[in-house]
T-cell receptor, first 113, second 109 residues
Framework: DGGITQSPKYLFRKEGQNVTLSCEQNLNHDAMYWYRQDPGQGLRLIYYSQIVNDFQKGDIAEGYSVSREKKESFPLTVTSAQKNPTAFYLC????????????FGEGSRLTVL | DAKTTQPNSMESNEEEPVHLPCNHS???????IHWYRQLPSQGPEYVIH???SNVNNRMASLAIAEDRKSSTLILHRATLRDAAVYYCILRDPDTPLVFGKGTRLSVIA
């Protein structure tokens, strides 16, 4: 089935360690996105990419990095510079344009100890 | 970015219609109105979107005011499975979706 796969679903890391969250899609979508969600809050945009080898910062990009070397993959690295990384991370993809429906993965819950 | 205003929470009885309002007084001509919902511990799912005309799909209906400054998501018969946070979002062709806090819908059996 077509969709978005995020891994791992749960991740525990020690403070100061970099962590990479995987996001893969087989929907042939050009655009991919990373959002962060804290308890009781809405989603906040970290990074997005509308085409391979190009990406833009969202509202809260500090402390995060991404790459888009392949159309189907958009990994997110949470670096040690991110002051409060414990959160629920959601990846999404869509066709480009204002009518494109976003398809979301099941999310990755990161806990930094 | 254009912004939307939604009530923080709403309550509905099961099997009754639910009307979720959204104000977007600064909407521009190219903004589409999108609705998503998020069940607990899951990613959001698309519900419906529209530009000017009312829209219907299997999940819901979207009623858009003539001046486009407000819209209403209509769930025709609420079920317990419809309990979720509903997000009303404006999207133009060049920007990604920006989520607000949404409306938390509770459905009472």
């Amino acid at each position: 089935d077509g969709g978005i796969t995020q891994s791992p679903k749960y991740l525990f890391r020690k403070e100061g360690q970099n962590v990479t969250l995987s996001c893969e899609q087989n929907l042939n979508h050009d655009a991919m996105y990373w959002y962060r969600q804290d308890p009781g809050q809405g989603l906040r945009l970290i990074y997005y990419s509308q085409i391979v080898n190009d990406f833009q910062k969202g509202d809260i990009a500090e402390g995060y990095s991404v790459s888009r070397e392949k159309k189907e993959s958009f990994p997110l690295t949470v670096t040690s510079a991110q002051k409060n990384p414990t959160a629920f991370y959601l990846c999404a993809s869509s066709i480009r344009g204002a009518t494109g429906e976003l398809f979301f993965g099941e999310g990755s819950r990161l806990t930094v100890l | 970015d254009a912004k939307t205003t939604q009530p923080n929470s709403m309550e509905s009885n099961e099997e009754e219609p639910v009307h979720l309002p959204c104000n977007h007084s600064t909407i521009s001509g190219t903004d589409y109105i999108h609705w998503y919902r998020q069940l607990p511990s899951q990613g959001p799912e698309y519900v419906i979107h529209g530009l000017t005309s009312n829209v219907n799909n299997r999940m819901a209906s979207l009623a858009i005011a003539e001046d486009r400054k407000s819209s209403t998501l209509i769930l025709h018969r609420a079920t317990l499975r419809d309990a979720a946070v509903y997000y009303c979002i404006l999207r133009d062709p060049d920007t990604p979706l920006v989520f607000g806090k949404g409306t938390r819908l509770s459905v009472i059996a």
